[in-house]
């Protein structure tokens, strides 16, 4: 069955301070791949994504994401964090072919402590 | 511009009663879905339509009736409504239905609190 496991429930970085937010996933054959941030009372705003080519993917806000194979894994990356990054981050992963049937990771809420 | 936009933004409702959650799309898009996002932040996609015809629907149960009278709508009906409905529900849009996937745009949200 295909899954997204995110296992940082909670995370707190300061400000300025860089930041990995990690995501595996389990899956059939190699999945499209995106990160969503929710910010509070909002919806889910796309930061980046994943379909083929190079790994390494430039989102936006700074972020970056890199897909590695052997680990079946997404991780988010930013180098430095700022206050108004704090929100819910979510993983998720799409057929390369068939419906688009995203499936989501349960989210890392993101804190930026001062 | 709001590109997917929901109403209403808040719903608080009594147990049995029947509602509906609007959603309407100006992106052009051909694909429209409704996720259904639990208290623990859990979100799961519940329908899709494309050009009005449905495309994938979950194990849903069958309260639940999403209607699209055009591809830029998507309305969900709730009927006999139950406090495990209580939940964040979302609706998305995309350009593709099916292989090149697309990026699927959501819309701010409606909470519905079930009493």
């Known amino acids: 069955a295909q899954s997204v496991t995110q296992p940082d429930i909670h995370i707190t970085v300061s400000e300025g301070a860089s930041l990995e937010l990690r995501c595996n996933y389990s899956?059939?054959?190699?999945?499209?791949l995106f990160w969503y941030v929710q910010s509070p009372g909002q919806g889910l705003q796309l930061l980046l994504k994943?379909?083929?080519?190079?790994?390494l993917v430039q989102g936006i806000k700074g972020f970056e994401a890199e897909f590695k194979r052997s680990q079946s894994s997404f991780n988010l990356r930013k180098p430095s964090v700022h206050w108004s990054d704090a929100a819910e981050y979510f993983c998720?992963?799409?057929?390369?072919?068939?419906?688009?049937?995203?499936?989501f990771g349960t989210g890392t809420r993101l804190l930026v402590s001062p | 511009d709001t590109a997917v936009s929901q109403t209403p933004k808040y719903l608080v409702t009594q147990m049995g009663n029947d509602k509906s959650i609007k959603c309407e799309q100006n992106?052009?898009?051909?694909?429209m879905y409704w996720y259904k996002q639990d208290s623990k932040k859990f979100l799961k996609i519940m329908f899709s339509?494309?050009?009005?015809?449905?495309?994938i629907n979950e194990t849903v149960p069958n309260r639940f009736s999403p209607k699209s009278p055009d591809k830029a709508h998507l309305n969900l009906h709730i009927n006999s409504l139950e406090l495990g409905d209580s939940a964040v529900y979302f609706c998305?849009?995309?350009?593709?239905?099916?292989?090149?996937?697309?990026?699927?745009?959501f819309g701010p949200g409606t909470r519905l609190t079930v009493l």
């Open positions: 998305a849009s995309s350009q593709a239905l099916r292989g090149n996937i697309d990026t699927q745009y």
């Open positions: 899956y059939g054959a190699t999945p499209y």
């Open positions: 994943y379909f083929s080519g190079d790994t």
């Open positions: 998720a992963v799409g057929p390369p072919t068939g419906f688009q049937k995203l499936v």
């Open positions: 992106l052009g898009h051909d694909t």
């Open positions: 339509y494309n050009n009005k015809e449905l495309i």
